[in-house]
């Protein structure tokens, strides 16, 4: 008996980032009917260049949330990362070792979330946002709430330039990560470690993982990604300023699991995260382009964060009873 050829509604929801490929697909058309500006390139390339920033942190959020842990001190982390680098280098610090130094308070950070949450046990939903208070204390505290601006020529270049004389850099850093991260994640030894160790922490133990030092190495890792776009969204904007990042760790968030992240574990696509970023871009875009009120947009990314996991179930469903 000749064997039945799957449908093409359940091939389409074997792809991992369906559920961010159908919304991503919809809003670009409907905005492309209201507006048809909204596909020019300068604008195409301002979406991407908006997204990067978010896109640089998906990637090792990615990982983390894979492995079965969750941060939700990011933006506090890229708030503080960028005003450390400002007030170093303002203070006549190298860029260099300015941006070193944004690193390395990305990563204590990090470090702190590991050790509340791996060695005290506590939630990580709970301690990352803990964390994150205090680190946006910090922040206030040695600004007195003030933004730090001054900053070199050669260090607004970071994020400045343009490559080719229209592609934003910011874009070919985010490319450049999200291939690796892609790549680390579903095609070395590491990246199918940190699945199984969100898949089922007990067998990864028994097969000779060391999971609290995955984890531990992930959140660092987050952290440390989480400076650099605060370093380059300081560099964009010519200051350091508090309220950079703001509201993004929940945006960020969702962008993994739109993109078909598990917060359960287990399951990762860098690709999906990366797709996720560029949809919540594309929603602040596509309500300007098409004249919708900017008091819209959280209602909309509401809206299509729910149309996502629905998507995302009813592929689950499917795959079950295949």
Do not use: E, K, W, Y
């Given at each position: 008996m000749e064997k039945k050829k799957p449908s093409l509604i359940k091939t389409l929801f074997q792809i991992k980032e369906i559920s961010v490929i159908l919304p991503l697909v919809v809003l670009i058309v409907v905005a492309m009917i209201v507006n048809p500006s909204f596909l020019r390139m300068s604008n195409i390339l301002d979406i991407?260049?908006?997204?990067?920033?978010?896109?640089?942190?998906?990637?090792?959020?990615?990982?983390?949330?894979?492995?079965?842990?969750?941060?939700?001190?990011?933006a506090a982390t890229t708030t503080l990362g960028g005003l450390i680098a400002a007030i170093a280098e303002t203070n006549g610090v190298p860029l260099v070792f300015s941006i070193l130094l944004a690193l390395l308070v990305g990563a204590t950070v990090g470090a702190l979330n590991s050790l509340l949450v791996e060695k005290f046990e506590m939630l990580g939903f709970i301690a990352t946002m803990a964390t994150s208070y205090v680190v946006k204390g910090i922040a206030s505290v040695i600004t007195n709430n003030n933004p730090v601006s001054g900053i070199s020529d050669g260090f607004q270049a970071i994020a400045k330039t343009r490559v080719g004389g229209s592609i934003w850099i910011t874009i070919i850093y985010a490319l450049v990560i999200g291939v690796a991260g892609q790549l680390i994640l579903n095609r070395t030894k590491y990246g199918r470690a940190t699945l199984a160790v969100g898949g089922n922490p007990e067998t990864a133990n028994l097969a000779g993982i060391d999971v609290k030092r995955r984890h531990s190495e992930l959140f660092i890792l987050v952290g440390v990604f989480a400076a650099?776009?605060?370093?380059l969204h300081c560099s964009r904007f010519a200051s350091a300023q508090l309220t950079a990042g703001s509201g993004t760790e929940l945006t960020i968030l969702a962008s993994c699991i739109i993109g078909g992240t598990s917060l359960r574990g287990g399951t990762g696509t860098v690709t999906g995260s990366l797709l996720g970023c560029i949809l919540f871009a594309t929603i602040t875009n596509a309500l300007l382009v098409m004249g919708v009120p900017t008091t819209w947009q959280n209602v909309v990314y509401g809206a299509i964060l729910i149309i996502a996991l629905l998507i995302d179930i009813f592929k689950r469903t499917k795959m079950s009873k295949a």
């Open positions: 991407l260049r908006t997204s990067s920033f978010n896109a640089m942190i998906a990637v090792p959020l990615t990982f983390l949330l894979a492995s079965g842990r969750m941060d939700l001190s990011i650099v776009a605060g370093c």
